[in-house]
């Protein structure tokens, strides 16, 4: 049972638009979420995160919305830089509904390989 | 450079053997967590250790243990390996386990 996805494995965008990149998740128990990017041969990287308490998180060039109802975030990057191709993660946790201990387990999607051309 | 260093970088070792991967957390980080990237199954959690207690396992093996030591650096022991068991091994850290996770650069193992 996948709790967390990512539906698109590719997104190819242009150097200067925006990226959007999609993340559905289906456990309802989840209040935060995360936003990673890893290159090759690397660690993720933590790029943005948000609580259930927000809709949207900004930082720079890269914002966060999430849509509870829908159980639905993305990922905006503007703009795109050729830096930015990467495979990109959506991250989800429980950190209030874990029986009053915080966990931190963090449930991960498949990831999105972002390309983007010069 | 997030700060959490794992070594080795590469491992390869053949079925049946057993290997020991190694976690140091970032400076005043207490909590320790690992992760498995395998091709079909991409990230997952196998288990998290809080200042030196077990916290919370996922889909950890049986023939995999861990533990975190009073220096807070941690162990991943894989035993009687498989083919199967080939993937990344990441470690990640973070102060408290509601503050961000911070990723190493990972471990990469071969079973052969």
């Known amino acids: 049972d996948q709790q967390v996805k990512q539906n698109s494995p590719s997104l190819s965008v242009q150097e200067g638009r925006i990226s959007i990149l999609n993340c559905d998740y289906t456990?309802?128990?989840?209040?935060?979420f995360l936003w990673y990017k890893k290159y090759p041969a690397e660690g993720p990287t933590f790029l943005i995160s948000?609580?259930?308490?927000?809709d949207k998180n900004e930082d720079g060039r890269f914002t966060v919305f999430l849509n509870k109802s829908a159980k639905h975030l993305s990922l905006h990057i503007v703009p795109s830089q050729p830096g930015d191709s990467a495979v990109y993660f959506c991250?989800?946790?429980?950190?209030?509904?874990?029986?009053?201990?915080?966990?931190?387990?963090?449930?991960f999607g498949q990831g999105t390989i972002l390309t983007v051309h010069p | 450079d997030s700060g959490v260093t794992q070594t080795p970088k590469h491992l390869i070792t053949a079925t049946g053997q057993r290997v020991t991967l190694r976690c140091s957390p970032r400076?005043?980080?207490?909590?320790v967590y690992w992760y498995q990237q395998s091709l079909d199954q991409g990230l997952q959690f196998l288990i998290q250790?809080?200042?030196?207690?077990?916290?919370a396992k996922g889909n950890i093996l049986e023939r995999f243990s861990a533990q975190q030591f009073p220096d807070l650096h941690s162990e991943l022991n894989l035993s009687s390996l498989e083919l199967g068991d080939s993937a990344l091994y990441f470690c990640?850290?973070?102060?408290?386990?509601?503050?961000?996770?911070?990723f190493g650069p990972g471990t990469r193992l071969t079973v052969l």
């Open positions: 990640a850290s973070s102060v408290d386990p509601k503050d961000t996770q911070y």
């Open positions: 456990n309802s128990m989840f209040d935060y």
């Open positions: 948000i609580s259930s308490i927000k």
């Open positions: 991250a989800a946790t429980a950190y209030s509904n874990a029986g009053g201990t915080s966990y931190g387990k963090l449930t």
């Open positions: 400076s005043g980080d207490l909590s």
């Open positions: 250790y809080y200042n030196g207690e077990e916290r």
